[in-house]
Antibody, heavy 120, light 107 residues
């Protein structure tokens, strides 16, 4: 069964760096984009950015200055780093696979989510 | 950025009802529109991609329509497991953006 498993620190202090990793099990890593999406408690979804197996990235301009997404194809993993976190970065962070049909990209596989809380 | 606006933000319905949710884009996105269902504490689940294509394994009571700026998600006969929040999302241009969500509650 194809699945994404994600992990990382769940409690950070302001100014620290958020670090999460997501691994693909049971499927092919190439030919897709791999994304991070977040959801503040009780709010909607915000796309953070994405990467493909070649390392090509796209970031949300609202977070671009603080975000780095990287990939390790040997392990079928991709990672998110978000620098200088504040309380506004408190959210559930999801990893997701972007698939394509007829040039339309959509998120067809999601990780279970990791709650990251930023508090002093 | 392309803004996605859903209406209503919430609705109350009964099992068996026909439910319609609307999503409007701030500019034309042709058919680059996807729909997701999210239940509390869970990740979103893809229902519809490219405005009207049903994702594999999704019940046929779900359907999508529209193009350009106006799109609709319809549940033909609401089932108990359909009480959830629904999001539209555009893939026409970066950054990828979502609607604010529509919560479907039990009447």
């Amino acid at each position: 069964q194809v699945q994404l498993q994600q992990w990382g620190a769940g409690l950070l202090k302001p100014s620290e760096t958020l670090s999460l990793t997501c691994a693909l099990y049971g499927g092919s890593f190439s030919g897709y984009y791999w994304s991070w999406i977040r959801q503040p408690p009780g709010k909607g979804l915000e796309w953070i950015g994405e990467i493909n197996h070649s390392g090509t990235t796209n970031y949300n301009p609202s977070l671009k200055s603080r975000v780095t997404i990287s990939v390790d194809t040997s392990k079928n993993q991709f990672s998110l780093k978000l620098d200088s976190v504040t309380a506004a970065d408190t959210a559930v962070y999801f990893c997701a696979k972007l698939a394509q049909w007829s040039s339309v990209w959509y998120f067809d596989l999601w990780g279970r989510g990791t709650l990251v809380t930023v508090s002093s | 950025d392309i803004q996605m606006t859903q209406s209503p933000s919430s609705l109350s319905a009964s099992v068996g009802d026909r439910v319609t949710i609307t999503c409007r884009a701030s500019q034309s996105i042709t058919r680059y529109l996807n729909w997701y269902q999210q239940k509390p504490g869970k990740a979103p689940k893809l229902l519809i991609y490219a405005a009207s294509s049903l994702q594999s394994g999704v019940p046929s009571r779900f359907s999508g329509s529209g193009s350009g700026t106006d799109f609709t998600l319809t549940i033909s006969s609401l089932q108990p497991e359909d009480f959830a929040t629904y999001y539209c999302q555009q893939s026409y241009s970066s950054p990828r953006t979502f609607g604010q969500g529509t919560k479907v509650e039990s009447k």
